[in-house]
């Protein structure tokens, strides 16, 4: 109980002794363990207590190895410019009757292609997805802001100034991307 109070009033306290006495590997997957979002490699390895020279894919590639070898239910991914340990996602149906797994993002086919056009132009105004696409999208707009898919990342110097809409991280988590590079090509 000391030491867990001790960690939480000095987050890197006692990470010397602690990184000289455990493999690498533990002390990625720790910090992967309790990193509630997608972490950058370099945060991952300050968390580690790893020295700042450390490459990171190396080691996650050697942990999605033993996870792969031992069978496990997890594996990490690369997703939203950071790394994050998952479930395999055929576990799903049993971990949904395990516990209340919050719906899954469900998009009708407007909403899709707005959010489709936004994630390839941005950033981009209002008026230029509702030219695309042909019809309004004002609501739709509001719908993907509110699930947190998309967010206003700044203001036009039209007239008026309207707003410029971009993705979110959560959109990359949603979608598995990395980063927006890992959009599909265009036709």
Known sequence: MDVAVAAADEPFAGTETVSASLPPLSLLEAALFLAKEPMPGRRLIQLAG??????IKPLIRQLNEQYHRDQSAFFVTEVAEGFQLRTRP??????????EVPAAVRLSNPAMETLTVIAYRQ??????????????????????????????????????????????????????????DDLPVLP
């Open 90 to 99: 055929e576990l799903a149906p049993w971990l949904a009757r395990m516990l």
């Open 50 to 55: 790893l020295a700042e020279r450390t490459k």
């Open 123 to 180: 950033p981009v105004l209002r008026a230029d997805v509702e030219r695309i696409r042909g019809v309004q999208c004002g609501e739709l707009i509001r719908q993907l802001l509110d699930q947190n898919l998309i967010k206003i990342v700044g203001r036009s110097d039209e007239l008026g100034r309207p707003f410029l809409y971009g993705t979110t991280k959560k959109f990359l988590q949603v979608f598995g991307l990395a980063n927006l």
